[in-house]
């Protein structure tokens, strides 16, 4: 458990904040306004051109108690967030909004979609994130005409 509280200490200092972090990251950090708009023009831009996407939504349940000090939530998932950034191509959008990541896909198959959601997992779990965090990964396809229904849902 020590271990893990040292990691965050280490990754997330006053020193080095979360934005700054995620400059190193692959994925660009919108705020959640910036990735409305985003996604409002993907979706104009795959009913025009044809070229599916994909959207992850992943959810983050915090494992201990409030009371618990030496944990600080936010911490952990600002933690999260930069581990997925990295594991994302630099074409792809990720907003966060409390304890929820929002990844955006452009231009992926749905082959690929399950590719990309089996590396982030991978990197989550060498990491030791999932010993943090409860982890649930919700997936969609974005294509001509709308979104399909929940494509597949990933439990961590």
Do not use: W
């Not at 201990?64 to 994302?88: A, H, P, Q, R, W």
Request: charged share 25%; hydrophobic share 40%.
């Amino acid at each position: 458990m020590e271990y893990y509280i040292d990691l965050i200490e280490e990754e997330l200092t006053d020193e080095l904040t979360f934005e700054d972090m995620m400059e190193n990251s692959n994925a660009m950090l919108v705020s959640n306004e910036e990735y409305n708009i985003i996604h409002s023009f993907l979706c104009k831009y795959i009913n025009t051109y044809k070229n599916p996407a994909c959207e992850l939504t992943i959810n983050l349940e915090n494992l201990y108690e409030e009371e618990d000090e030496d944990i600080d939530f936010n911490k952990v998932v600002d933690l999260c967030t930069f581990i997925i950034g990295c594991s994302l191509r630099k074409s792809d959008v990720i907003t966060r909004n409390n304890n929820k990541i929002i990844v955006l896909l452009p231009e992926l198959s749905q082959q690929n979609m399950l590719s990309i959601i089996k590396r982030i997992e991978n990197k989550l779990v060498s990491q030791g994130v999932k010993n943090l965090t409860k982890i649930c990964i919700d997936s969609r396809m974005i294509v001509p005409n709308g979104e399909l229904p929940l494509y597949l849902k990933v439990a961590i």
